[in-house]
């Protein structure tokens, strides 16, 4: 008869470890908000010993009420569980697409030049769709902020990329060659941007994995356009990966 008891003592401690993960994340989001244990129990009508026990991971919280820490914590309850790492024995965790996007798309643009920078802004801002803007001015920056996405609270994650391909410290091309082939940020679409269209480029940045190449036009209307578009699109019609859980 075969022993299973190790298996499931690696599996008990996956577990253990899971519910420890949450604990630290409810935590975390907690102090973010300012709230005490106390303040935080009152709102869920529980006592403020349960909620430490939630913190330290000795209790499992189950669904319903992790559904409602969620709410008074005001996050998507797959925020308790990112940045979770999980043994690869057994079938792997499914993970479910939302259909409909929670937040607003977080894009990160990187420019150097104010003018270009405050025209992107201002057409993002033009296209009417819920968007937060983030913005880096050099190549340097743009990977010390991609490379640090786990330190970030999930609502503030990098869904897209707006890419000039002249940058400051790393081009834009060096910053792309170098996110496709981090695994931990590959996934993110980056759009290169660029005040005129050279082929080799334009070669060289979809030979790269970028999800797109456009110039950048000197007819505002025409620019606004193409954001609008950018933006419709990556929130509106594309899957990403911040919509699973």
Known sequence: MKDFSD??????????ELDSHVGRRLKQRREKLGLSQTELSNL??????????????????????LYQLANALKVTPDYFFEGAKLSSDGP?????????RERPLNILIVEDNP??????????????????IFVVHDGGQAMDYLKNQDS???????????????????????VLKEVKRDRTIQHIPIIMLTNSINPEDMEASYKQNASGYVSKSFNVAEFNDKIALIVGYWSKVAVLPSMQY
Request: glycine share 4%; aromatic share 4%; proline share 2%.
């Open 7 to 16: 298996k499931n003592t690696s599996k008990d401690k996956e577990i253990n």
């Open 115 to 132: 003018v270009d920078e405050m025209l992107t802004r201002d057409a993002i801002t033009a296209s009417g769709l819920e968007a937060k």
């Open 44 to 65: 869920l009508d529980i006592s403020y010993q349960q909620v430490q026990k939630y913190e330290r991971g000795e209790n499992k919280i189950p669904a319903g009420r």
């Open 152 to 174: 970030l609270d999930y609502s503030d994650r990098t869904d897209i990329v707006l890419l000039d391909i002249n940058i400051p410290k790393r081009n834009g091309l060096e």
């Open 92 to 100: 792997q965790r499914k993970k479910y697409l939302q259909l409909e």
